[in-house]
């Protein structure tokens, strides 16, 4: 079994209101020093799977087909084996 931690996260190019949101209100609360924020996405998805190449497969293609959008998004995910 593999439990997987999915990072979503805006492109670079694609703009952030939620993030500007977040600065603003830490700009309010007396962090001046606050250049920039982006707010992505943080998921765990545990898989009832023995072979970590198809665990890996099944994660991206979750990612690709639902959990991320790939116009505007980018993910990435680290697998840690879970034992019990």
């Known amino acids: 079994m593999y439990l997987a931690k999915i990072y979503v996260t805006l ?48 994660v991206r293609e979750m990612c690709d087909k639902l959990l991320a959008n790939p116009v505007i998004e980018d993910f990435r995910f680290e697998l840690e084996e879970i034992t019990s």
């Open 11 to 58: 492109k670079p190019t694609v703009n952030d209101p939620q993030g500007l949101t977040v600065k603003g209100g830490l700009h309010t609360l007396g962090f001046d020093n606050i250049q920039s924020v982006r707010v992505g996405k943080y998921m765990e998805v545990r898989l009832a799977e023995t072979n970590v190449s198809k665990a890996e497969q099944q």
